[in-house]
């Protein structure tokens, strides 16, 4: 079977078979079986007339790199068709990502409801961008329908909020969340970084626009940056809130997305505009590294979840660790959430709040070898971070613990080595501890 493709709609294929093989048949001039990169910057043309079709959008086609590339195109369509999208575009990062599917349906003067529990450079873009383009933002606990529902103003335009929130594992009740959104017209934008589509797929519930930092689990092996937004394409955006999909574009010399392109508006919005203006274009080689992650993505998560749940439920039982965070925990308060939207496991990351408050922390960072201490996740190498002593740095004990971070907190990514070794390191950094104490 060469043609992927064709073979496509004789079959459903499982995810497994959809990582190693959607959006791609093998090259019709080479025959290369692996996705090549297209380390190009621009398209030659046929004629002027197909030229000028491109430039309308009148025609699909390749005109430069910053808007449309065939190495990433590829992993844009399987990313889209893992998470059961109806398309994607590719980003440079994941906050380029989630800038881009913002700014694509906000307008000065709009506002936004997000979860307060979420990755802090998230927190800090929220906060910040949105407002020097004066939109309003509120904040609410993600936990908490009422909340979301009672934020909702006439100028709101979208819900965001991620899978598995950092760094207090909060699972999101994606379901009930986006009745709420669709109640009131709008999209729910969720961040499904932490969980990835094999997870969890948040479109299957009712999320309208999905957002990933592909940095992490999707790349899988701490090498790239780069982000991807897909959306359902189920979400009616001629509902008379988003005038500014609906209505001609002055940046698109008056394109009207919604009614030209339906169900992709938003996406074709998203590519033609929003990157093309922002610029933040994944490179063909990051594309390329994704896609070698994304081959392996199920058989990497399958063993991220066995090790974080041996790895938690050490820490549990563990006299020098209190407060773990772990969401696969059998006493966690987001079980339920667990079993009905992440029955495959509750993702790899997650804090503990290590004996000896900041100076345990700390020493725990010492004592330990195998762990990496740095600032990432998702990688297959299992990484270590004391939150007080860096991305939270900044803050008070007292903005710490509004954050869900006390100064012994300490975050684990926990990778797909020897659980044993895993548990073998901590336990040694946790004799460090004692021993300094
Ligand atoms: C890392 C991360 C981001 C930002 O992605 P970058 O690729 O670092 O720009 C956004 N959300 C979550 C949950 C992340 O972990």
């Known amino acids: 079977m060469t043609d ?42 046929e004629d002027p007339e ?57 307008e000065p003067g709009d506002h936004v409801v997000s979860s307060a529990a979420l990755y802090g450079g998230t927190v800090n873009q929220l906060k910040h961008l949105l407002r020097k383009m004066t939109v309003e933002l509120t904040w609410v606990d993600p936990d908490d329908p009422d909340a979301w529902r009672a934020a909702v103003r006439p100028n709101t335009k979208a819900f965001f909020a991620e899978t598995i929130g950092n760094p207090g594992g909060n699972v999101l009740d994606i379901e009930t969340v986006a009745a709420i959104a669709h109640e009131h017209d709008l999209p729910l934008i969720v961040d499904n970084t932490f969980a990835t589509p094999y997870l969890c797929r948040p479109i299957e519930w009712g999320a309208d626009i999905v957002v990933h930092s592909a940095t992490k689990f999707i790349g899988g092996h701490g090498t790239s940056i780069g982000g991807v937004v897909v959306e359902a394409g189920t979400f009616d955006w001629s509902n008379g809130r988003f005038p500014v999909i609906a209505d001609p574009s002055p940046a698109y010399h008056g394109l009207q997305f919604h009614e030209t392109f339906g169900t992709y ?26 896609l070698q992650g994304l081959e392996t993505l199920s058989l990497r998560m399958e063993r991220h979840v066995a090790n974080a749940r041996t790895v938690a439920q ?113 336990e040694q950094g946790l004799t460090y501890v004692s021993k300094a104490a």
């Open 4 to 45: 992927t493709f064709r073979a496509e709609e004789a079959r459903d294929f499982g995810f497994e078979t959809r990582q190693l093989h959607a959006g791609q048949r093998p090259d019709p001039n080479t025959g290369a079986r692996a996705v090549p990169i297209f380390q190009t910057t621009s398209y030659v043309f």
């Open 50 to 106: 197909s030229a000028a079709a491109y430039f309308n959008l009148q025609e699909y086609g390749n005109t430069y790199s910053r808007i449309m590339n065939p190495t990433v195109a590829v992993f844009e369509e399987r990313v889209a068709n893992l998470e059961g999208a109806m398309g994607g575009v590719a980003f440079a990062s994941g906050i380029a990502a989630q800038a881009a599917a913002l700014f694509t349906l906000l």
């Open 265 to 290: 508006g938003y996406l074709m919005k998203l590519r033609a505009e929003t990157l093309r203006d922002l610029g933040g274009a994944m490179s063909p080689f990051n594309a390329f590294l994704f």
């Open 314 to 426: 050490f820490l549990d039982g563990h006299d020098l660790a209190s407060h773990v965070t772990y969401a696969g925990l059998p006493g966690s308060r987001y079980r339920g959430l667990v079993e009905k939207y992440l029955p495959r496991g509750a993702g790899a990351v997650f804090s503990f709040d290590c004996a000896g408050g900041r100076e345990g922390g700390q020493n725990l960072i010492r004592g330990v070898t195998l762990w990496s201490h740095l600032a990432n996740v998702g990688d297959a190498k299992s990484l270590i971070i004391h939150p007080a002593s860096t991305t939270h740095r900044q803050l008070s004990d007292a903005e710490l613990e509004a954050s869900g971070v006390r100064p012994g907190t300490v975050r684990l990514s926990v990778g797909t080595e020897s659980v044993d070794d895993l548990l073998w390191d901590l």
